[in-house]
């Protein structure tokens, strides 16, 4: 499915040579994280910005020397000089907005996760096929050099055949917010789709099942355990793929500080990898032969390789493999962990 949908965009969108991107949503994602990668790649720049805050839409637009701004996404959409968005809001609102692009005829690149509920995802998935536009989602550790390490010493088979894949992250709490303090987004399931599992797992979970495959079968126990907050701060879960490997994961994000951890282990017959999803400490790879490391710095923009991938597919001389196909899988397992059905 996902090869030949990619085929299908390339065709259609192969004469796009330059890419006019309008961003809807210019939060602290699209800052350093993104934004400035969309005017480093060829063919590509960012022409307008969105946010319903008109100081925020004017200030984001000056600071970046983008030429417009606007405080309606439709008007962005529906601009000529945009044939393309990005859509760098909160899950919540990212079908709604990946829709109404699609709809116009324009390309999307969306924010993980593709949306705050799989069924949302379904739509979105459904309307890049009704439509035949492209939609792509910033599963950037696809592409970050980190991670393409990562791929090649398993696609080298020095670990033989992989038997077990376990993921653990664990964090200290960054605020108390038993007091009532507001919430941030990433903490109110009705913006976000649950807590910060719903944040920070979608990245491990496509990572993984770009590695191994579909995963078909996914189970999980959530709760909240530190109480500073109404959505769960502790999720374990246990997973399988389709090629029959098993894994497991457990987060917990109210630990001490000398409890975090962030590593995944994938134990093969002949050794064992050990790498970050997020602090991108040295990747250790251990054989009979010994312990070998591997330290790979980040670029400045992390988005910047998958951003380029995405442009290159839209001009018809490249690919790009996080789709929302690919994406709306990612949503199938949160939500099978979490009990949402």
Request: one cysteine or more.
């Given at each position: ?7 299908f ?10 890419i ?9 994602v ?23 805050s ?61 949306a ?14 009704e ?16 991670f ?27 605020a ?28 491990q ?8 495959g ?27 793929f ?7 994961g ?12 962030d590593n ?43 951003i ?6 839209l ?13 709306t ?13």
């Amino acid at each position: 499915m996902r090869s030949a949908c990619v085929s299908f965009f390339s065709s259609i969108f192969a004469n796009m040579k330059q890419i006019n991107w309008g961003f809807v949503g210019c939060g602290d994602v699209t800052e350093k994280k993104s934004g400035p990668a969309f005017n480093e790649v060829e063919g590509s720049k960012i022409v307008a910005v969105m946010s319903r805050s008109e100081n925020k839409a004017r200030s984001y637009a000056e600071r970046h020397h983008v030429p417009k701004w606007y405080t309606d996404a439709q008007q962005l959409i529906d601009d000529p000089d945009v044939n393309a968005v990005y859509v760098a809001t909160p899950p919540s609102s990212h079908a709604t907005y990946a829709i109404m692009a699609m709809r116009a005829g324009k390309p999307v690149y969306v924010e993980k996760p593709l949306a705050a509920t799989y069924d949302d995802c379904v739509r979105v998935k459904r309307i890049s096929e009704e439509t035949g536009v492209p939609c792509y989602v910033a599963y950037y550790r696809r592409y970050l050099p980190y991670f393409q390490k990562v791929k090649a010493i398993l696609k080298s088979g020095v670990l033989g055949k992989i038997v077990s894949v376990q993921l653990r992250l664990t964090k200290s709490l960054e605020a108390d917010y038993s007091d009532g303090r507001p919430l941030p987004w990433r903490l109110q399931p009705e913006i976000a789709g649950g807590g910060l599992f719903y944040d920070l797992a979608p990245h491990q979970i496509d990572l993984l099942q770009e590695m191994f495959g579909v995963i078909t079968e996914a189970s999980g126990i959530c709760s909240n355990r530190g109480g500073y907050y109404r959505v769960e701060d502790s999720v374990t879960a246990c997973f399988m793929f389709e090629n029959g490997l098993p894994g497991s994961g457990t987060w917990c994000f109210v630990v001490n500080p000398s409890a975090e951890e962030d590593n995944i282990e994938i134990i093969g017959e002949e050794g064992s990898l050990h790498f970050s999803s997020f602090s991108f400490e040295p990747i250790r790879l251990v054989t009979q032969e010994g312990t070998s490391t591997y330290d790979i710095p980040c670029p400045p923009h992390v988005q910047a390789p998958t951003i380029k991938a995405v442009v290159e597919a839209l001009q018809g001389v490249g690919d790009c493999s996080s789709t929302c196909v690919s994406a709306t899988s990612v949503n199938w397992v949160l939500d099978r962990i979490l009990g949402k059905f």
